[in-house]
Nanobody, 115 residues
Framework: QVQLAESGGGLVQPGGSMTLSCAAS????????MRWYRQAPGKQRELVAS???????NIADSVKGRFTISRDNAKNTASLEMNSLKPEDTAVYYCYSYVNLNTYWGQGTQVTVSS
């Protein structure tokens, strides 16, 4: 059984920074894409950032220039570095990964941007 576990959420002031981490565990033979999604109250879940095994990335326009996604293939982890945070970034952030040709989601971590 494969599990994804996010960490690093919490409360941050506008303009602040926060880094989220996602760790995959279990019997892992291969990990393809790793992604971060977020879902704000009353809104649909949206893709924030994705990274492939070769390190190529895609960042949503709403966070481009402020968020950076990275991964460590040896440790089966992915990170989302978030800078210049805005109140509209408040959401539950979910890690998603394609592991052993199956899709997995983390349980989500709350990020609240507020003064």
């Amino acid at each position: 059984q494969v599990q994804l576990a996010e960490s690093g959420g919490g409360l941050v002031q506008p303009g602040g920074s926060m880094t989220l981490s996602c760790a995959a565990s279990g019997r892992i033979l291969r990990i393809d894409a790793m992604r971060w999604y977020r879902q704000a109250p009353g809104k649909q879940r949206e893709l924030v950032a994705s990274i492939s095994t070769d390190g190529s990335t895609n960042i949503a326009d709403s966070v481009k220039g402020r968020f950076t996604i990275s991964r460590d293939n040896a440790k089966n982890t992915a990170s989302l570095e978030m800078n210049s945070l805005k109140p509209e970034d408040t959401a539950v952030y979910y890690c998603y990964s394609y592991v052993n040709l199956n899709t997995y989601w983390g349980q989500g971590t709350q990020v609240t941007v507020s003064s």
